[in-house]
């Protein structure tokens, strides 16, 4: 599906449309408690699919996005430091200055330096998607619905209501 590499707390619920109903209608539900930051559109505006509806407070993401980065370049700097002491080891065990063991424990240290950057990465790129997610955007063209929802709500996944259905009327 189009959202198949969304997180849960994050995945909007599309679900398939009813054959019985006339009219095509996607739900868009928030899988997390998040609150509305800004509403974009309003009850029986023509939307696009794509176009932005709803932001959710994006705050926490925003953060979490920050520390990723901050985490990613202090990995990137302890696997060149590692680099340096390797290189610097090689040298010395060439001349019998250090032991094998000295060598290989810096080798080690350097994989796990880079398997902690490779950790950063990902979870930088897990943020930078969570961020994304608070930017809801319509599953296709069509008329928004009810929008039960005002700026400040908190919606969940338990919410009784989706934050709109878009009904397509081609």
Request: no cysteine.
């Amino acid at each position: 599906t189009a959202h198949s590499g969304v997180p849960p707390m994050l995945k909007p619920f599309l679900p398939q449309p009813d054959n019985k109903a006339k009219q095509n209608a996607n739900k868009t539900i928030l899988l997390f408690i998040p609150s509305l930051y800004s509403i974009f559109n309003d009850e029986g505006s023509m939307v696009k699919k794509g176009q932005v509806l709803f932001v959710i407070d994006p705050v926490q993401y925003e953060s979490a996005a920050r520390a990723a980065k901050a985490a990613v370049a202090t990995a990137k700097a302890n696997v060149s430091t590692q680099e340096i002491t390797v290189k610097n080891k090689r040298e010395l065990n060439k001349k019998n200055i250090i032991s094998d063991y000295d060598l290989e424990m810096a080798e080690n240290t350097l994989a796990s330096a880079k398997a902690q950057l490779a950790s950063a990465e990902a979870q930088l790129i897990s943020a930078n998607q969570n961020l994304a997610y608070t930017r809801v955007t319509s599953p296709s063209d069509g008329v928004a619905g009810t929008i039960p929802y005002r700026v400040g709500s908190l919606v969940s996944a338990s919410s009784p209501s989706p934050l709109t259905v878009i009904s397509d009327i081609t």
